[in-house]
């Protein structure tokens, strides 16, 4: 019987590429089948990239999603992620295919509530909020 997760969080500064392997995507695949609902993740990588587990898109009780670095996001074509409220991207990279990816991540998140995303690093995101008619507010940050 494993215990429920209510929240994890892991920040990484690698300063060296050679470290960038240590980060095992078995950590973040064992936290989502604890049924975590809080997942914040701070990722920074000299040059190398981490990509985001599929693991993370199939857990049903994650209710807030936060993630900064250099952390590509590739949601598989099929997921659904029933609990998301909060989503929050500070990403030094870009989407792996840009915007397409965006509205992917969007569309397995029914109950999403509010979305913040920053991909410049340097505080000129967006903010979209969801009213409970699921009609859209963007704001820029800029």
Known sequence: HRTCLQKFSL???FKCDCFHGLL???WIA???SRKVEELDLGIEGKSKVWTLPNSVFYCKTLVVLKIRGTIEIDPPSSFQLPSLKIITLNLRLRLKYGVCEL???LSGCPVLEDLSFDTDG???GMQIGYSSFLQPSITSNS
């Open 30 to 32: 064992n936290v989502t």
């Open 122 to 124: 340097m505080g000129n």
């Open 103 to 105: 509205f992917k991540l």
């Open 24 to 26: 095992d995507n078995k």
């Open 11 to 13: 920040k990484c500064h």
